[in-house]
């Protein structure tokens, strides 16, 4: 692949607010495989660091990897104006190019390899069911172990505090997120990283929301992006006109009062 090959498969997977101009350095990197410069607009990838020349699918597709990084940078800055903060790989642009790698695989453009070997899919797995989902039980079941030493610590009279700080001595808020990991009832295959994220959403149907977004293999980054976002505001006139009903109708239920009470003053 040439460099406006991969410009134009950039394009067919989301198309871009601004313009871009992706360069092939023609140079082999120990740093890195590509760059972006939003002063510029450019994407530079090291493509000597993929041996494309060789018709490897395999390099084309890391090579695509890069360009696909590189490029969310370009759409994350797009939607900033042209502009990046000083920390570009946030939860923000994590999301934004976990889109666009979904987005690729299901256009065929990028291909994701790591179903195709069946000794890595065996041990994705045994990773899941030993480490993910035992952890996951293993803090859900402290949680429930926390609220009985809770229990105990009320019976003989006992600060639950003062047994967290220098009995068990562990950090407070750890043992408030055990403990809503057991109340919450979350899913022990999520592991405890994501179990802990979950904890600390206190609505309930935004948790869930989230719990069964990670249950379908979105991202963390992508999940905790789409929980933080706002809902888009409203129309200011459509506002405005609201705003004046409610007034109307303040206004109208005082004169009719006002009224009442000037016909009692009368009489």
């Known amino acids: 692949m040439n460099q406006d090959q991969v410009k134009e498969q950039l394009l067919g997977i989301e198309d871009a607010s601004m313009d871009f101009t992706l360069i092939f350095s023609g140079k082999k990197s120990k ?84 179903q195709t070997s069946p000794e890595l899919v065996q041990l994705t797995e045994f990773i899941r069911e030993k480490y993910l989902r035992e952890n996951g039980l293993l803090v859900k079941e402290f949680g429930m172990k926390l609220l009985k030493a809770h229990e105990l610590c009320l019976a003989i009279g006992g600060r639950f505090e003062d047994y967290i700080d220098r009995v068990l001595g562990i950090p407070r808020m750890a043992v408030k997120t055990a403990i809503k990991m057991h109340q919450y009832d979350l899913n022990p295959f999520l592991g405890a990283d994501n179990m802990r994220y979950l904890a600390g959403i206190p609505n309930e149907e935004k948790r869930r929301a989230a719990e069964q977004a990670l249950l379908a293999g979105k991202s963390p980054d992508t999940v905790k992006t789409a929980a933080a976002k706002k809902p888009p505001q409203e129309d200011p006139k459509v506002m405005l006109e609201k705003e004046k009903a409610r007034l109307e109708r303040t206004i109208a239920a005082l004169t009719k009062r006002l009224e009442e009470v000037n016909q009692e003053l009368e009489g």
């Not at 800055?77 to 903060?85: N, P």
Request: aromatic share 10%.
């Open 31 to 114: 740093k890195v495989n590509g760059l972006y410069k939003p002063e510029t607009r450019e994407i530079l990838i090291h493509n000597k660091n993929f041996k494309n020349d060789t018709g490897d699918k395999t390099d084309d597709n890391l090579l695509l990897y890069t360009a696909i990084h590189e490029y969310a940078h370009h759409i994350h800055a797009c939607s900033q104006g042209g502009k990046l903060s000083v920390r570009a790989h946030s939860s923000e642009f994590w999301a934004i190019f976990h889109r666009l790698l979904e987005k690729a695989e299901a256009q065929g453009i990028y291909r994701n390899v790591f």
